[in-house]
């Protein structure tokens, strides 16, 4: 089946800067979806993207969709200690029934006052 | 709206016991998910339903046994619990329209010892 890969694992930013996490696929995806899971919660949908090179904006947050459907990003300006947590990009499975995404393993991110 | 609930929030099962999850939604969604979530990792996708009546294999499957009597309610059973299976348990749904963002429950922290 599809598979996505999210880089890095990790990642340790100081307030105030700004960082990228990345989702790679070795095949075309018919859409991205971003959830972000706080600390012992649960995970929650940001934001859905479908076109190809689409761009989408969340206040600090910048979403982007790979001109080939087959990479997407997270860019966070001006992290502060609210973005703390575990981000995952998931892809929706074509040829299974019932809207099944497969999920990459997630950015964790660690933000450092 | 309550959303999707979870029932037990926390469990500690002996190797070899059985418990059922209950997973409940009210947003009348048509699919139904269960994930496990390791320390560290992903979410892995194990049973879901595409309707009342209705459930499929996930990623990782063995194990465990779903019901979907009720569109609003999706169990996750496990009949010989297992030291591997300690994981975190999350339930999702989602609808059958354009915008398939999954909505998630609080999760159950299953522990077998």
């Known amino acids: 089946g599809q598979q996505v890969m999210q880089i890095p694992q990790y990642q340790h930013v100081q307030e105030g800067e700004d960082f990228t996490t990345y989702c790679n696929s070795s095949t075309t995806l018919s859409n991205i979806q971003w959830y972000k899971q706080r600390p012992g919660g649960h995970p929650v949908f940001l934001i859905q993207?479908?076109?190809?090179?689409e761009v989408k904006k969340q206040k600090r947050l910048t979403f982007q969709f790979g001109e080939a459907k087959k990479n997407s990003s997270l860019h966070i300006t001006a992290t502060q200690t609210t973005d703390v947590g575990t981000y995952f990009c998931a892809s929706k499975d074509v040829k299974a029934a019932g809207n099944k995404l497969t999920f990459g393993g997630g950015t964790r991110v660690l933000v450092k006052p | 709206n309550a959303g999707v609930t979870q029932t037990p929030k926390f469990r500690v099962l002996k190797t070899g016991q059985s418990m059922t999850l209950l997973c409940a939604q009210d947003?009348?969604?048509?699919?139904m998910y269960w994930y496990r979530q390791d320390p560290g990792m992903g979410l892995r996708l194990i049973h879901y339903s595409v309707g009342e009546g209705t459930t499929a294999k996930g990623e990782v499957p063995d194990g465990y046994n779903v019901s979907r009597l009720k569109k609003q309610n999706f169990l996750l059973g496990l009949e010989s619990a297992a030291p591997s299976q300690t994981s975190v348990y999350f339930c999702?749904?989602?609808?059958?329209?354009?915008?398939?963002?999954?909505?998630f429950g609080p999760g159950t922290r299953l522990t077998v010892t």
């Open positions: 947003m009348n969604h048509e699919y």
């Open positions: 999702a749904s989602t609808g059958t329209g354009r915008n398939y963002e999954q909505y």
């Open positions: 993207l479908v076109k190809s090179g």
